[in-house]
């Protein structure tokens, strides 16, 4: 099992930046692939970066391209969003979630953090 914490996330203006991280307890999540996903109000929760179990490959979501990095720290404890450009379609609860499958599925997510929220105001 892997239990993932949360920790930043806030407030922000257009254009400014924020990073989330996220951390496993107990345990590596080494050997999983991991995941940041959204929810804004309303709307389902998708998937909007992602890096492979190697590290090696990285996903992102056409709208965060470029604004978005997913990354993790060598101990494989930690894993960050860092999104900067920040929009305020940026806005919702964002939760990272650890996969044993494709990094890129949906589906295959069945380890979640708590979820933070991420408001950009204009």
């Known amino acids: 099992q892997v239990h993932l914490v949360q920790s930043g996330g806030g407030l922000v203006q257009v254009g400014g930046s924020l990073r989330l991280s996220c951390a496993s307890s107990?345990?590596?999540?080494?050997?999983?692939?991991m995941g940041w996903f959204r929810q804004a109000p309303g709307k389902e929760r998708d998937l909007v970066a992602a890096i492979d179990w190697t590290g090696s490959n990285t996903y992102y979501t056409d709208s965060v391209k470029g604004r978005f990095t997913v990354s993790t720290d060598n101990a494989k404890i930690t894993v960050y969003l860092q999104m900067n450009s920040l929009q305020p379609e940026d806005t919702a609860v964002y939760y990272c979630a650890a996969s044993g499958g494709d990094y890129r599925a949906s589906a295959s997510y069945n380890y979640w953090g708590q979820g933070t929220q991420v408001t950009v105001s204009s």
């Open positions: 107990g345990r590596t999540f080494s050997g999983y692939a």
